[in-house]
């Protein structure tokens, strides 16, 4: 770990199975990814390395983000990392211009574990290439909004059983 990341882990209530499978398929992403009341009406992800993700992001005041980035590592049921400093296929990203969580690179490795008893541990690190990228994260409701995301990712996981 470094002083320019930010760590987020969980105990999910339900079993890894359900966690990865909400987590990995486009159709419940769109249920969770977003911190209520915003939400994701756009998800594309091709889940190999130098595939494309896509989100749009809408919300309150017409708020919209359009975030698309690179995956780097899948490892199923495991670990999954991406950055939104590289597009698809690793061409370099521009973040001339941009603001919010588009406006600097970032890269998020999520790791899942099963720890019995139907329950799976969750912990997201988003990595930042220096700590006023990391501040404005933290300041934007990083631990806030990805900890609803993550309540969020366990309702939609439970659903699946």
Same mark, same amino acid.
């Given at each position: 770990?470094?002083?320019?990341?930010?760590?987020?882990?969980?105990?999910?209530?339900?079993?890894?199975?359900?966690?990865?499978?909400?987590? $990995?398929?486009?159709?419940?992403?769109?249920?969770?990814?977003?911190?209520?009341?915003?939400? $994701?009406?756009?998800?594309?992800?091709?889940?190999?390395?130098?595939?494309?993700?896509?989100?749009?992001?809408?919300?309150?005041?017409?708020?919209?983000?359009?975030?698309?980035?690179?995956?780097?590592?899948?490892?199923?049921?495991?670990?999954?990392?991406? /950055? /939104?400093?590289?597009?698809?296929?690793?061409?370099?990203?521009?973040?001339?211009?941009?603001?919010?969580?588009?406006?600097?690179?970032?890269? %998020?490795?999520?790791?899942?574990?099963?720890?019995?008893?139907?329950? /799976?541990?969750?912990? *997201? %690190?988003?990595?930042?290439?220096?700590?006023?990228?990391?501040?404005?994260?933290?300041?934007?409701?990083?631990?806030?909004?990805?900890?609803? %995301?993550?309540?969020?990712?366990?309702?939609? *996981?439970?659903?699946?059983?």
């Amino acid at each position: 770990m470094s002083d320019t990341d930010l760590v987020l882990e969980r105990i999910l209530e339900v079993p890894i199975d359900l966690v990865w499978t909400a987590y $990995t398929d486009p159709e419940h992403i769109k249920k969770w990814w977003a911190p209520r009341p915003y939400e $994701t009406p756009e998800v594309s992800i091709d889940w190999r390395p130098g595939g494309v993700f896509h989100f749009v992001m809408t919300g309150p005041d017409s708020f919209r983000e359009d975030s698309a980035g690179c995956v780097l590592e899948v490892v199923p049921k495991e670990r999954l990392v991406w /950055t /939104t400093a590289l597009g698809p296929e690793y061409r370099p990203n521009d973040f001339s211009g941009k603001e919010g969580c588009e406006g600097f690179p970032m890269t %998020v490795v999520i790791t899942f574990a099963d720890v019995g008893n139907g329950k /799976t541990a969750y912990k *997201a %690190v988003a990595l930042h290439c220096n700590a006023a990228d990391r501040e404005t994260h933290e300041k934007m409701g990083f631990h806030d909004g990805w900890g609803t %995301v993550a309540e969020q990712l366990e309702e939609v *996981a439970r659903s699946l059983g």
